[in-house]
DNA sequence: TGGCGATTTTGATTTTTGTCAACTAATCTC
DNA sequence: GAGATTAGTTGACAAAAATCAAAATCGCCA
């Protein structure tokens, strides 16, 4: 049922998971957030800490505005984040799934920035901050591994920021669903087909594309046979093709 | 000369520095990079690692790609950070000015993933990041203030991911402009009157916009009298108004 | 299971921004 | 300091995306 997968670290998205354990029955930091290298003593001291929560379809796992406590590592699920602004702009930051770090915006404050939505029925390990900088401090690498998956982040955002600087609608469709594609595949999961969790309208506010832009884009892709499209089931008939809406505008 | 200021630690952007020295003779942390609550032995330490550089305007402080060895703080000047694409695309990420912390980005993978570049001559403070990250372990107060400012500059980029997303060109140049706004006031600069280092080119990669979009926006700025602009020199005279260009678009 | 609200698609039109071009102003170099 | 180069402004036009509108489809829940 459900594969284990060997996983590049380097390339993986938030926590260095190396590999998924078949057995799921607890949740432990051990199974789905253990960072590369500690040992069997380190990986208790985290486990011993964190603790499982289960967010419903539509719920919040943290509301912009709340106190920060804790970072939360997504053990299975799918959330969307979004930023809001006083004056009712909002956005979609990012989507997140199995593996990566939710709440690293808040440490700057003590506040969260943002709400965090399951998009599908979630499971995360609540991973108290102030004890993880505690046991960081006597795990050299763990310290590390965490400013790693900080740094990742940022580079995650200046991507995002170059998308919507610099890349029109189609380019950034096509970014998205490779990006979405890459990361279904580093999780065992077909990366030609998969089903999208997210409306036309949370895919358009993280690409700052209304969201019949964002259609009229996928319904493009499907004439160019380049994707099939049923409604929130995606297939990828011609990746190569899908990487070269990317590459193909030159750019001054 | 050199008017020493008191700076609010919540709203400054990078590092929490308290208060400029007057004296500038030498480069050391306590001056410039000096975070909050660390007494006299814990500056020492941190003091002791650094070193000074200087970069003339047009030189870079890293390139992209370059080897990650140390976090630059800026002692003075003025430097932009620029994404690069394989494909050519570019993108100016920030601009950043004194008490700042450059280099976040290249913890995650050891490689700088940005250029920076100085728009004046500019001095920083070298911090070697292994070093940083040991001092840190013994000086937990040091560990939080840095990953504060990890996540700080986490929560700019989503503010420039809302901006580049959900705002028309004006919004965009409004918010911009309070922005430096705010950034010189905070370094004890006037908040009205002050002088872009960067072109206009330059403020449209980082604002998603083309050079001649910036020009006709900073035009109706100044026919509408919210600002003046002489070519670099902007005086801002009337802030309310420029505030409303934000707020007052109404967004769904 | 049937109906209703939410989501998606598609077309027509408008708005916004980009592109190209010409000109002016500023800055750099020798 | 003169000429060359770079930067900035403005206008005319084109392209991209937003907006408005209508119809089709989906999925939730009673």
Not at 117 to 127: G, H, K, N, Q, T
Not at 188 to 216: A, D, P, Q
Not at 232 to 251: E, F, G, P, T, Y
């Amino acid at each position: 049922m459900f594969k284990p997968v060997l996983i590049e670290p380097s390339i993986y998205c938030q926590l260095d998971i190396v590999q998924f354990k078949s057995s799921c029955a607890a949740c432990s930091l051990r199974e789905l957030c253990l960072p590369v290298g500690l040992n069997e003593d380190e990986v208790k001291k985290l486990d011993i800490v964190s603790q499982k929560r289960k967010i419903t379809r539509g719920g919040y796992l943290h509301h912009a505005g709340a106190k920060f406590q804790s970072l939360y590592a997504i053990r299975s699920g799918f959330l969307k984040t979004c930023v809001l602004e006083q004056d009712g702009r909002h956005q979609v930051t990012g989507f997140h799934m199995t593996g990566e770090l939710l709440g690293l915006d808040a440490i700057s404050t003590d506040v969260h920035t943002c709400d965090a939505i399951a998009l599908e029925d979630s499971e995360v390990c609540e991973i108290p901050f102030a004890k993880l900088e505690e046991i960081s401090r006597t795990i050299p690498s763990l310290m590390r591994h965490f400013h790693k998956i900080m740094s990742r982040e940022i580079v995650r955002d200046h991507g995002v920021m170059l998308l919507l600087g610099s890349m029109k609608a189609e380019e950034r469709l096509a970014s998205f669903l490779l990006n979405l594609s890459r990361r279904f595949h580093l999780r065992g999961y077909s990366e030609y087909n998969f089903n999208l969790r997210m409306t036309r309208e949370e895919i358009g506010s993280y690409l700052g594309l209304k969201l019949e832009t964002v259609s009229r884009a996928f319904s493009k892709f499907q004439d160019e046979e380049i994707i099939t499209v049923d409604n929130k089931h995606i297939q990828i008939k011609d990746i190569a093709r899908l990487r070269m809406k990317l590459s193909n505008s030159d750019v001054s």
